[in-house]
């Protein structure tokens, strides 16, 4: 009877693919936190449902109109006691100049959006292994923007009382903006504080600015953050304090990231492994035999067959014919 070699199972581990050693040595938490390549749809319809949320939460705070105009009312003082509050100086320059206003209103209403989910394509198709981490940035800054609307409920500068600011909106009549116009019943008017400008563009600002290799895209995605401050101001839309509110939403987005993955969104790699198949046990040992430079027999194909007898020596067995 011939001999049989067995192989014992200490080369399996070091013989089964990467993703698959990954996965089967962590909990499903540290799998949670082990980047991984996003999935086309599954993003899509997170992107559709958060935006959906957000915009029902927002729109669904109480609009406290006093005490909004208060609070604006305040932030106004301080401003002045700071020596920045220059809003309206700005506010009536800019309209003055028709092309230059109206480009701005529909900056303000337009490119919030289109730029965001621009950067987020990119991040999908140029960075999959940072996508998760920097999308969460995003996702985090909004949640606790949410929080500021609630509990801070502040009137833009356009709605003050003898603010001597214009709407720019209703002035010139451009589209698009929930602001002010015939869509201002759509939106909460009174959600100044933090700016979701300043903080979305931002964050595309700084994504872009890390991660983008051609220079001149670079000092564009700088330059993004910069423009919009201009234009919500310009539009009377934010006042400067709202704009550090929003700051501070992405510092918090950030911290937030950097708390779950264990390093900044921008440091982890750029590619992940695909997602593999799962691996058989023959797989496996056939595996851990080519590792180890032994042979193991395969016993879905070593056992006897009832029709034709026990299997030949070819296969480590005596049998007879």
């Known amino acids: 009877m011939g001999e049989t070699t067995v192989t014992k199972p200490e080369g399996l581990e070091a013989a089964l693919p990467e993703t698959v050693a990954a996965d ?14 996003p999935r086309f749809w599954f993003e899509i319809l997170l992107i559709a449902v ?16 006093s005490e909004a105009l208060r609070n604006a009312d305040w932030i106004w003082r301080v401003e002045h006691h700071l020596g920045i509050a220059v809003e309206a100086s700005v506010n009536h320059a800019v309209n003055s100049v028709h ?13 919030h959006f289109i730029v965001t989910l621009g950067v987020l394509v990119w991040l999908y198709r140029r960075h999959p292994g940072r996508y998760a981490a920097t999308r969460l940035v995003l996702f985090a800054t909004t949640a606790v923007a949410l929080v ?37 019943h ?30 001149w895209v670079r ?3 700088l330059l993004y953050p910069a423009l919009t401050l201009v234009v919500i101001v310009a539009t009377a839309n934010h006042f ?3 704009a550090v509110g929003g700051m501070l939403c992405l510092a918090f987005g950030f911290t937030v990231a950097r708390l779950w993955y264990g390093r900044m969104p921008y440091t982890l790699p750029r590619t992940v492994p695909a997602r593999g198949p799962r691996v058989s046990r023959a797989a496996a040992r056939r595996a851990a035999a080519g590792t180890s430079g032994r ?5 879905s194909q070593g056992l006897p067959d009832k029709s034709h007898g026990l299997p030949d020596k070819s296969h480590g067995w005596s049998g007879r014919s």
């Open 240 to 242: 400067w304090l709202d």
């Open 295 to 299: 042979s193991v027999p395969d016993r």
């Open 186 to 215: 759509m939106s909460n008017q009174y959600a100044a504080m933090p700016s979701m400008h300043i903080g979305w563009s931002l964050w595309c600002g700084l994504t872009i600015a890390a991660l983008a290799t051609v220079p």
């Open 50 to 65: 958060s935006y959906w949320t957000y915009s029902l939460v927002r729109n669904a705070v109480p609009e406290q109109k």
């Open 148 to 184: 500021g609307y609630y509990l801070y409920p502040l009137a833009p500068p356009r709605l003050m009382n003898g603010g001597d600011f214009i709407d720019t909106v209703m002035v010139h009549q451009t589209w698009g903006s929930m602001a002010s116009g015939d869509l201002k």
């Open 219 to 221: 000092v564009l995605g």
């Open 24 to 37: 089967s040595g962590h909990g499903p938490l540290r799998r949670l936190r082990t980047p991984r390549r």
């Open 99 to 111: 092309w230059l206003i109206v480009g701005m209103n529909y900056y303000y209403a337009t490119l």
